[in-house]
């Protein structure tokens, strides 16, 4: 196995569009010329709603209700359900090289690999978490 170079970005509180532009352009980047793969840690600065790709926003949440709390409701360009997101929510963002060796094959594996990291800091808290 090859011993890849990872970059961490650990940017704290983020403005809800600066949060999800950042994580599509580091995800743009990853693999062209010399952008390692990169781990994302930061958290939205006040809330924020946030829809898929393919979603139908009308179906998803009552709109009316996010413009009259001034809550911006921004589209992702990756697919994947609606989330309501505060400040109260860590980001843990895995961004990798295609061919990452890091990497498992298989949805179900890369899952199980890449959440471990948060259930074993929530068993370390005291948690219940697998």
Known sequence: MTVETWRLLDLDALEPYMAQT????????????????????????????????HQELEREFYVKFCESRWVPVIRR???????????????????????SEA???????????????PVNIHRALGLSAE
């Open 22 to 53: 950042f994580y599509e352009a580091v995800a743009k980047t990853v693999g062209i010329e010399d952008n390692p793969s990169t781990i994302i840690l930061c958290h939205p600065s006040k809330p924020y709603v946030c829809i898929g790709y």
């Open 77 to 99: 360009t990756q697919g994947g359900g609606a989330t309501c997101l505060d400040s109260n929510q860590i980001f843990y963002l895995v961004i990798a090289h295609e061919d």
């Open 103 to 117: 990497i498992p094959a298989g949805v179900e594996a890369i899952f199980k690999k890449i959440l471990q990291v």
